[in-house]
């Protein structure tokens, strides 16, 4: 499967942006996914994860409240609205493929990741 990120862009702090993540080459319904970001100098962190069936949704502390992660299986796509938009969201942000494991939030289980689109916030 192929991923494409996209939607990345600088806005001001407490701004919104919406990521999309678009799969190809496979049948998408039937896999978990999963957004990830990197920030220069960092660690690629988890950021959310949804169930390939969209009925349960995982998030990382630090984005809980301001990120929801959502799919649209007839469109193979899977989007990250990002609201209250803080300095430290600025990253690299990518979307993968869980293919293994049980902890959603381990970047070891995922897969076929996309190419990243680049968030940066403007403090």
């Known amino acids: 499967v192929q991923l494409q990120a996209s939607g990345g862009g600088l806005v001001q702090a407490g701004g919104s942006l919406r990521l999309s993540c678009a799969a190809s080459?496979?049948?998408?319904?039937?896999?978990?996914m999963g957004w990830f970001r990197q920030a220069p100098g960092k660690e690629r962190e988890f950021v959310a994860a949804?169930?390939?069936?969209?009925?349960?949704?995982y998030y990382a502390d630090s984005v809980k409240g301001r990120f929801t992660i959502s799919r649209d299986n007839a469109k193979n796509t899977v989007d990250l609205q990002m609201n209250s938009l803080k300095f430290e969201d600025t990253a690299v942000y990518y979307c993968?493929?869980?293919?293994?494991?049980?902890?959603?939030?381990?970047?070891?289980?995922?897969?076929?990741w996309g190419q990243g689109t680049l968030v940066t916030v403007s403090s």
């Open positions: 993968a493929v869980r293919t293994r494991g049980t902890i959603w939030s381990s970047r070891t289980n995922y897969d076929y």
């Open positions: 949804i169930r390939w069936s969209g009925g349960a949704v």
């Open positions: 080459g496979r049948t998408f319904s039937g896999y978990d």
